[in-house]
């Protein structure tokens, strides 16, 4: 006898009896007699989502050990199969949270000493730095633990995860949420390797900064690329085990995720990462709304945790001063920020990772009301998670073949529907739902002649009252389930005595059900509804959305552009002329310019068809300024202090193109700067020349025309002299110590360079045989300065280290560019002219450390007169505005021309950077790198009124003044919206605006721990 067993899913609520995909591994023998329960349950009659745009109505689901075997709205369901009334749900892919902790109780080892660690013994054959864990599987420590619930409550049937530390993180595991053990739970045991910027819980001093952990992820990558390739020779012998970079091999080919913790670390990680070959999955901070024309070009795939900053707090009149534009900008904005990726047309995964459990929800309905779509949101719960962890070919869809990980909703989840179960691998979850909402509110209906109105109200508790006119009858033992709100309530004042029950199920439109009447006839009843609770519900059309008030720019803060500006062809008339060149000052002097470059220079010049004509009469026209020295725009560290040599991290890394310092020094007629490494290690990082180019991302700022340099430092600092009592262990210690240190590592670079030259001369056959050197950025860089490749910029103060490190590169055979502060270079001007090196100054800096206190004033014209080409440079956020009165300062203490004196900014700088030829001076054929000036470029009183780079005005007075009256407008209406806005001051996400860029020091030294940077000066 075939029996069929019929069950409706609302009285259902131990459903997971009816379905056994067993509990036991594969491999696990049996204790006692085998479970030969039927495993086959068929959902019937349901509305079923398969994909993200594709619906089945009245459709069947067949469940057979835990997969999909059948879904159709004909559906052949087999005889004992148990069968399951939907009617009235709509079923969903259960959703996946790509980036999670869950399952995992796992610490590394703390530090084995108080003060510095800069070496330490690894485990076995694990990697020599403590923040790089790519041979964790996590698969390896998965257990299932209570936590399942908060990813269940909302969808989720099935996550990636992993422990979120370090730079190198290891490999995540995706498991099923299902009440089981270990083994039937794990979806994908090799999941994606997880990397981030963030050293962790790493003790080692390596990294410290963001351009450290990135150059630890370029090094480690090459180390894997290259440890591939020796493995496949099979050189037993010479070859040493690293446990740490097999895992790495071929990662092109395998997952990747990695963590933002600022806004452009997303392009910052694609730029590296791109490098080799590797397309991450990347955890976004919701700011990416800001960056997707950049994001676009890489066609980033994101996770996107759902942040919506902070609601600032406005109690007082002095609270709108301590509120910021960006601030304004990003509460108003960060709810749209899922809307304007997905019309971005970039792929999208969601997760819940970053706020608490119960405000998911919230959230997500509050992204549909800035236009987020139905299909892009259920789209970011399961197919594109499910590639991400990379089990898209099990999980994300419903369809024949896929794990049964589905979602049980009535109404329509991303409108005003409800979650109400869970389908885990074919086994019924229900969820504690809070089934209220739609009964809430306020309702019409007739009982017989009777208009009443229905209130429904969930305060302290619920309640409900029918009232008529004035009178009002309380209902009691109010009581609703999922499927139905049950009431009792006295009709005698109606003509019903006695005590009548009222059921009610949610529609459409309002309620309908009916009433049992005391004597025991039942009333059918239709209540329309009046008014309801608040629900987030999916915008109708575009009109529909939050209309927003703020602009959002380019970089999204005050005075960032609505777009970039483009090249002008100009003929500036009748100014005064700057050259920078053996010209001089040339007075009623015109300039072309034309395609970004200066096409021609003279008196009287005839104004070509289209070029725009500026009165330049009474005004001065000078080459842009060039700072060689400075710390502005970057982000995570100026210094990477924690090892002696870090030659190989690279200021180009970390460029912070938001940094409101670039605009205020082009309002200083500065269009170039020399961005250095600190002075924390006799050798420091690669240094970048950039050009201000407001507005653009940190790609478009970098000059790609200046040739390599880098930061060497002497003195104090690299010593550690004043860092404290914990700083003492690190080579070197003393001044000799830092002269043999150079030797060594000279030495080091050329046996390098040596070897790599002696393998590269071997036939391809002997090279199968033999071990390749291993690829080292750090020597790579050091061999380019003894190649000429790489210029010495190299912080120095005290004459006796200026001469020692002049015989050493001698005796090396390799040149210092530039001498940078050499407030001594006065002692030994004539030994530096005839070594052909560079000096770049202050004006007048002295006696701010015992090193420095034989600093003069005259300093730079006594290395002026004696052949040292001499810049003025700023080392200041602040004084880079104001080098045009830097340089005056010559002209006041030792009587340098006014055009020697320009010309320590404009002409000398640019010889140094090696950008002569292109930047410095106002001659045919140059770059239009122009600022026209209100009066004497070097006086107090003089203003740039319009910067130039290659003809782009990137800074303009009048503009600036416009836009402060823009700005003034945009902040009083977003005040008003914030003062309009019923939600409490503080809610939302304090950690989404970054904070500003901190003002960086050649001594500033940072540590970058757990997504947060930590300031230290020495």
């Known amino acids: ?24 591994n594969q491999t696990q023998p049996e204790l006692g007699i085998r479970d030969k329960t039927p495993s086959l349950t068929a959902l019937t ?46 079923l969903y892919p259960g959703f996946i949270d790509p980036y999670a902790n869950y399952g995992l109780d796992w610490e590394y080892p703390g530090a084995p000493d108080d003060g510095p660690i800069y070496q330490i013994e690894p485990i076995g054959a694990r990697h020599y730095n403590s923040s790089v864990h790519s041979e964790m599987r996590w698969a390896e420590h998965f257990q299932p633990d209570d936590s399942a619930g908060q990813w269940r409550n909302n969808g989720f049937t099935a996550v990636q995860s992993s422990i979120q530390d370090g730079v190198f993180r290891g490999q995540a595991v995706t498991v099923s949420l299902a009440d089981k053990e270990n083994h039937p739970l794990i979806y994908r045991s090799d999941g994606a390797h997880q990397i981030s910027f963030d050293r962790g819980s790493g003790y080692q001093e390596y990294p410290a900064s963001i351009m450290g952990s990135m150059a630890l992820i370029r090094q480690t990558l090459s180390d ?64 990416e709304f800001e960056r997707l024309a950049d994001l676009s070009r890489w066609n980033a795939t994101l996770i996107l945790p759902l942040k919506q900053a902070a609601k600032p707090s406005l109690d007082s009149s002095g609270d709108a001063l301590d509120i910021s534009l960006r601030q304004l900008r990003h509460w108003e904005r960060t709810p749209g920020n899922p809307a304007a990726v997905a019309e971005a047309g970039l792929p999208f995964a969601l997760t819940q990772y970053g706020i608490e459990a119960d405000q998911f929800w919230p959230r997500l309905k509050t992204a549909i009301e800035h236009g987020l779509s139905a299909d892009d949101a259920l789209a970011a719960l399961t197919t594109v998670p499910a590639r991400i962890t990379g089990i898209a070919d099990q999980a994300g869809k419903i369809a024949p073949g896929y794990r049964a990980d589905l979602v049980v909703a009535k109404g329509d989840l991303f409108a005003d529907g409800q979650l109400q179960a869970l389908y885990l691998q074919g086994q019924y979850h229900p969820l504690e739902v809070d089934h209220t909402p739609p009964y809430l509110g306020q309702f019409a209906l007739t009982l017989d002649d009777n208009e009443l109105s229905l209130l429904v109200e969930n305060q302290d508790k619920l309640s409900a009252s029918l009232s008529s006119g004035e009178a009002s009858l309380e209902l009691f033992d109010v009581n609703v389930n999922s499927y139905q709100l049950n009431g009792k309530v006295r009709l005698d004042a109606l003509g019903y005595p006695g005590i009548s029950v009222l059921s009610l199920s949610p529609t459409s439109s309002g309620l309908n059900g009916t009433l049992l009447l005391p004597d025991g ?115 995570g560290g100026t210094n990477e202090g924690s090892d002696a040599i ?99 590592a000279f030495q080091a670079a ?208 009048q503009r600036d003044l416009a836009e402060r ?24 996400d304090l950690d989404v605006t970054p904070e500003e860029t901190p003002e960086w020091h050649c001594d500033s030294v940072s540590h970058f721990v757990n997504g947060r940077l930590v300031m230290h000066h020495h």
């Not at 069968?83 to 749900?89: F, P, R, W």
């Not at 104090?716 to 009592?725: I, L, P, R, T, Y």
């Not at 600022?931 to 990137?954: C, D, F, H, M, Q």
């Open 1 to 24: 006898m075939v029996v069929e067993r019929h069950w409706v899913l609302g009285v259902l609520t131990g459903l997971s009896v009816i379905s056994f995909s067993g509990y036991a």
């Open 45 to 90: 009659h349901a509305r079923i989502v398969t994909e993200p745009g594709k619906v089945l109505d009245n459709a069947t689901i067949l469940i057979e050990d835990g997969i999909i075997r059948a879904v159709s709205r004909r559906v052949s369901i087999p005889d004992g199969a148990y069968q399951v009334d939907m009617t009235g749900y709509t």
């Open 224 to 287: 894997a690329r290259w440890y591939q390739a020796q493995s496949e020779k099979g050189l037993i012998t010479e070859l040493e085990p690293q446990q740490s970079l097999a895992p790495l091999a071929n990662l092109p080919e395998q997952q990747v995720v990695f963590t933002s913790y600022h806004p452009d670390d997303t392009l910052r990680a694609l730029r590296l990462l791109g490098e080799f070959e590797v397309k991450p999955a990347l955890l976004g901070t919701g700011l």
């Open 521 to 635: 006839q039942r009333q059918a009843l239709a209540l329309t509804s009046q008014s309801k609770a608040e629900s987030a519900a999916q915008p109708d059309s575009e009109s529909d959305r939050p209309e927003y008030v703020s602009r959002v720019t380019l970089p999204n803060r005050a005075y960032g552009l609505d777009a970039l500006p483009q090249a002008e062809n100009l003929h500036i008339q009748n100014a005064t002329v700057w050259t920078s060149d053996e010209r001089g000052i040339l007075t009623d002097t015109d300039v072309l310019v034309r395609d970004g470059r200066i096409r021609e220079v003279g008196q009287n010049l005839e104004t070509p068809r289209g070029y725009r004509v500026i009165d330049g009469t009474g005004k001065h026209l000078t080459a842009g300024i060039i700072d060689e020295h400075s710390h502005i725009a970057l982000y």
């Open 646 to 744: 870090t030659s190989e991290v690279r200021i180009g890394d970390i460029l912070d193109p938001s940094d409101i310092h670039i605009y205020r020094a082009l309002a200083g007629g500065v269009t170039t700067a020399q961005l250095l490494h600190g002075s924390a290690n006799p050798i420091g990082g690669q240094a970048q020349t950039i050009q201000l180019r407001w507005g653009e991302n940190a790609e478009g700022l970098k000059f790609d025309a200046a040739p390599p340099s880098i930061k060497f430092a002497l003195g104090e600092n690299v010593k550690q002299s004043n860092w404290g009592d914990d700083y003492v262990t690190r080579y070197p210690q003393s001044r000799m110590g830092v002269e043999a240190l150079y030797r060594d």
């Open 750 to 957: 050329r046996e390098y360079r040596a070897a790599q030259q002696r393998y590269d001369d071997l036939s391809r056959s002997a090279q199968r045989r033999t071990l390749a050197p291993r690829p080292d950025y750090r020597l790579d860089a050091l061999a380019e300065i003894l190649e000429e490749n790489r210029h010495i910029h190299v912080h120095s103060y005290v004459q006796s280290e200026i001469i020692a490190l002049l015989d050493l590169a001698n005796e090396m055979d390799f040149k210092v560019q530039t001498f940078t502060h050499i407030l001594e270079g006065y002692k030994v001007a004539r030994e530096m002219a005839a070594a052909g090196t560079t000096a770049s100054t202050f004006s007048d800096w002295w006696a701010y450390k015992f090193e420095v206190y034989d600093a003069i004033p005259q300093n730079a014209c006594i290395m002026t007169e004696q052949g040292v080409n001499t810049s003025i440079n700023s080392d200041s956020r602040d004084l880079i505005r104001k080098l045009n009165q830097e340089a005056a300062k010559s002209v006041m203490y030792c009587d340098m021309s006014p055009e020697e004196a320009w010309k320590m900014i404009t002409i000398n700088p640019a010889q140094q950077l090696k950008i002569d030829h292109l930047v410095g001076s106002i001659a045919e054929g140059k770059q239009a790198d122009l600022v026209l000036w209100s009066g004497n470029p070097l006086s107090v009183y003089a203003r740039a009124e319009t910067t130039w780079i290659a003809g782009k005005p990137y800074f303009d007075r």
């Open 965 to 988: 009256r823009r700005l003034s407008d945009e902040r009083q209406a977003l005040l008003q919206k914030l003062l309009a806005d019923d939600a409490p001051a503080g809610s939302g």
